[in-house]
């Protein structure tokens, strides 16, 4: 099929002008200060965190006691002896669910999770140490937090979610879900992937028991490290064991948690970044940076929703994630059209959530997804109409 490329500005190299549009992957461009301070950690300290007494390994440890602080504040202002800081969201989630499953145990996940959640929990049920019941969300993303009192057996004792769907931008209701959880006596651990940086969190972890969460999405830090926080009481088995640079006469690993989840050496450049990154955030203002990001998807949404053969998949948004299908195209054909002619790029596809395109209606390849982050501006957004709209003109 046919297309007429819109009239769209180019750069000096003849190349259409670059659209990041994947924000909900990674943020993209860092801001300054971020970039500043990985590069200040990387190439004049050098040295890493709790493993010296010399200045350069004082001053990282400083670094991850203030990123650690940090994080605590972004959660609720929950105590940082509670806050551990692992290489990745993922990593932080398999220790979660790891730590905490025992055998016997029954576990409710939803089908709008990200496989860094259902990943972990399907392997344990393949290995015939968990049961696993997968509550269905609806064509929106969203999730009946009656569906999951419904799924709960005498054997329950974890419920994992994901805050907000990396597919559609759609939060869960937190509140009521942890409320049904804890009625239950179970635990409640949450995927704030898509939410930390973006939804405010008026009370501890948003009331849910652990938390995981990424430093290079929306908080717009670097990849390399983030956040699990556990609620007293709640103590995962360490999914690794080895060196923390404290206790080290002692074959046993520490009982601290923050010391306990963090076995092997920190990536202090990321540290630094991350608590560069909270700064920035919290000085632009979190609420409104989420809005701003928001208010350029909703955008996206409307005007797309008026494009002949073209499907616009979620609903209300807290995220700046828009996804959409065309007619007669696969999303990997969009998706190479649309950064070729608009320079926008997007992902394409299932997004690593294995399950929620069913109820999308969009199993057979997925969707195209947009995520604006705060460098993006409204040209981005008639870009994208621009170039979509042309595929029905053929």
Known sequence: MGFTVPSLEISSA?????????HA?????????????????????GATAGRGLYAASLEATAIRERARKAAARLLGDVDPERVALPAGCTFALNAAIH??????????????????????????????????????????????PAA????????????????VSNVTGVPQDVAAIADVVHACDGLLVLDAAQSFGVVPCDVPGWGADVVAAPAHKWLHGMAGVAVLWARSGVEPESLIQGGTGMASDS??????????????????PALAAFEAAAAWL???GLVATAAASCSLADALAVRLGEVRGVR???GPRVAGIVSFVVEGYDPAEVAVILEQAAGAQVRSGFHCAARIHE????????TVRAAFGPDNEMADVEAVVATVATLQMG
Not at 29 to 44: G, H
Not at 150 to 159: D, M
Not at 359 to 366: I, K, N, R, V
Request: with cysteine; charged share 20%; net charge neutral.
């Open 14 to 22: 003849g190349l259409p002008t670059r659209r990041y549009l994947d």
């Open 25 to 45: 992957a990674t943020s993209w461009p860092k801001p300054p200060e971020v970039v500043a301070a990985w590069q200040r950690a990387a190439v004049e300290i």
């Open 99 to 144: 730590g905490l499953a025992r055998p016997g145990d029954h576990v409710i996940a939803t089908a709008a999770d990200h496989n860094a959640t259902l990943r972990p929990l399907q392997w344990l049920a393949t290995r015939g140490l968990i049961e696993l019941s997968l509550v269905p969300c609806d064509a929106t993303g969203r999730v009946d």
């Open 148 to 163: 999951i009192a419904a799924a709960w057996r005498p054997a329950t004792r974890l419920a994992v979610i994901s805050h």
């Open 251 to 268: 074959l046993e690993m520490p009982e601290g948690f923050s010391a306990r989840m963090e076995a092997g050496s920190p990536d202090v």
């Open 282 to 284: 919290t000085s632009r």
């Open 312 to 314: 616009v998949i979620g």
């Open 359 to 366: 109820s999308l209606g969009t199993q057979a390849g997925g």
